[in-house]
């Protein structure tokens, strides 16, 4: 994949992972296609899902796995 788009960014579909503690490391995946670098902050912020955008000038894709964030404002509670 990187010698087809030499630094460039891709969307990318990933097809398997697994976990290793807080990391996800991707097995397997398929090329969306190639992103232009004025839309590649869009797209990552659309991305959802089994969906990335990745710069191809990184030799790995690691992707840190947080934990739910909460939600903020005011909870009431039932008495």
């Given at each position: 994949?990187?010698?087809?788009?030499?630094?460039?960014?891709?969307?990318?579909?990933?097809?398997?992972?697994?976990?290793?503690?807080?990391?996800?490391?991707?097995?397997?995946?398929?090329?969306?296609?190639m992103v232009?670098?004025?839309?590649?902050?869009?797209?990552?912020?659309?991305?959802?899902?089994?969906?990335?955008?990745?710069?191809?000038?990184?030799?790995?894709?690691?992707?840190?796995?947080?934990?739910?964030?909460?939600?903020?404002?005011?909870?009431?509670?039932?008495?």
């Amino acid at each position: 994949m990187r010698s087809l788009y030499p630094n460039q960014f891709v969307k990318l579909q990933v097809l398997k992972s697994r976990l290793e503690g807080t990391q996800e490391i991707i097995e397997d995946m398929a090329v969306v296609g190639m992103v232009p670098d004025a839309n590649a902050t869009r797209e990552l912020l659309q991305s959802k899902g089994e969906y990335l955008v990745y710069h191809t000038s990184h030799e790995e894709i690691v992707l840190k796995v947080r934990g739910a964030i909460g939600l903020r404002g005011k909870v009431s509670y039932a008495d």
